[in-house]
């Protein structure tokens, strides 16, 4: 592309190295970069799902077997195997390998990377307000701002084919989430850089939204979730996960979703948690560590979460403050190669750790203030070198999708569109991006197209792997 892209690069803004920033170029030329980008990367063309030869997408699953904790592995696909919209949220690595096929456009930004409906969500902001925003960043690196649009059309669309939507309420919904997102970077396109990078979205406006468009069921169950928000943090985590033990409270053992490290060590499991904390304490601003200096490690277990991150090793870590009504819940979470990687190279940073960590920062409103990463040498036994850390639970809500109605699919959809764009206009360039977009509905019904297309691929994946199960290629435990 011969115009200039008025940008810091997304990895180069990371780097510990100096960078000589040239002075950006005008809006204008900025403006005709991004619409020059129409020519070889027609708006249209973004309807189109080529499909490799040598397709493969139980191949490209059992590929990530090879990383993962062997006893974890049928958990994911017995959680991926409930229906296509569960195979979809497990499979970012199937579609990546699809984006990659297919044409792309030269306007980088920070992806998220797994940008589905689940990956949104409310949770604490360190001024305490319940926010909205991207909440899983495993497999966030720079790329094209369309990939993730993508992935979050074709969530919209799956969900709304689990829901049994008619296909008109479920081509609505896609196309409110995409028009929020054009509209949206269109605004910030506008807007000053500190307006900006302040920019954010709380749950009440949300729940106003969905009373709006009439959805009160769903209304008042978000805003019934909303107001317990606040006990859904470390003394809620500490009265369901732990129990009394010679006067302090220890991990409860619940095989195989939750298993303390002493039950899992095969040498001295005390050795290996200094050298991972030391590691943990590093990485946090020094205000942070102060703070956490106050409490001490009392306990520390494995624990399965979410569906495609069944396997990778996940860790909660007990620490008390001033006193055992005093607790702070961790959560250290593996983090491996980016599955956009093979398709879009390194993100340049030492660690997988640091790179969700940077990329978490980068893209949300308002990050943990406990966020930071691990990377120990050598390997201790049981801990992956590369893991991520913030708090266990924070507030954390979400939406349920299987009883949301279709307005509430379009509203909910456009919220994680305007929050998407947000995050996109932090660490790209807004004005060339929604110069490319324009003001049509041209390239909101090109992605509406491909997220039927892949819809329909994506339920031909799920029978892929209902029927390897069937024939032993993999193994599988329903019902965890």
């Known amino acids: 592309m011969s115009g200039k892209i008025a940008r810091v690069d997304v990895q180069a803004a990371h780097s510990h190295s100096r960078v000589s920033v040239e002075p950006p170029p005008a809006v204008s030329e900025r403006a005709a970069s991004g619409r020059a980008v129409r020519s070889e990367c027609p708006r249209s063309s973004h309807s189109a799902l080529p499909i490799a030869d040598d397709r493969d997408p139980i191949g490209l699953l059992e590929a990530q077997d090879a990383t993962r904790v062997p006893e974890l592995v049928p958990i994911r696909y017995g959680r991926m195997s409930v229906s296509p919209f569960a195979f979809f949220r497990g499979a970012a690595t199937v579609m990546a390998h699809d984006l990659g096929a297919g044409i792309r456009t030269p306007l980088q930004t920070q992806l998220c990377g797994d940008a589905h409906l689940m990956n949104f969500g409310g949770f604490a902001s360190p001024e305490r307000d319940l926010v909205f925003d991207l909440n899983d960043f495993d497999e966030t690196l720079p790329g094209p701002f369309e990939w993730d649009v993508k992935r979050l059309a074709a969530s919209v669309e799956i969900a709304g084919r689990e829901r049994a939507f008619k296909k008109s309420d479920r081509t609505n919904a896609v196309l409110e989430s995409v028009n929020a997102y054009r509209c949206a970077i269109t605004r910030f396109a506008a807007m000053g850089d500190l307006a900006v990078w302040y920019a954010r979205l709380d749950v009440a406006a949300i729940v106003g939204e969905l009373q709006a468009a009439h959805d009160r069921k769903l209304a008042k169950s978000l805003a019934l979730t909303a107001a317990k928000a606040e006990s859904n943090d470390s003394m809620r985590a500490l009265s369901t996960l732990t129990r009394d033990v010679d006067g302090e409270p220890r991990i409860v053992s619940e095989p195989p979703l939750i298993v303390p490290l002493a039950e899992l060590a095969a040498g001295d499991e005390e050795a290996v948690i200094p050298a991972v904390f030391r590691s943990y304490r590093r990485s946090l601003p020094k205000d942070r560590r102060v703070l956490l200096d106050r409490f001490r490690r009392v306990d520390i277990a494995r624990k399965v979460v979410g569906v495609g991150s069944v396997g990778t090793q996940c860790w909660i870590l007990l620490m008390l403050g001033r006193d055992d009504r005093d607790p702070l ?22 660690t997988h750790g640091q790179r969700v960590v940077e990329g978490q920062r980068l893209m949300q409103a308002a990050s943990d203030i406990f966020l930071g990463w691990v990377h120990t040498e050598p390997e201790p036994d049981n801990l992956t070198p590369d893991l991520y850390v913030r708090q266990l639970r924070d507030w954390k809500v979400s939406i349920d999708v299987r009883t949301i109605l279709p307005h509430g699919l379009a509203v909910y959809g456009a919220a994680c569109g305007w929050t998407l764009a947000r995050a996109h206009a932090r660490s790209g360039d807004a004005v060339a991006i929604a110069a490319y977009l324009g003001g049509s509905g041209r390239f909101d019904r090109a992605i509406a197209e491909f997220a039927r297309a ?27």
């Open 329 to 350: 819940f961790l959560q250290l979470k593996e983090a491996e190669a980016s599955v956009l990687e093979p398709l879009l190279g390194g993100s340049g940073f030492a």
């Open 454 to 480: 892949y819809a329909d691929l994506n339920e031909k994946d799920h029978r892929a792997l209902l029927e390897a199960i069937a024939h032993g290629r993999v193994s599988v435990v329903d019902g965890v």
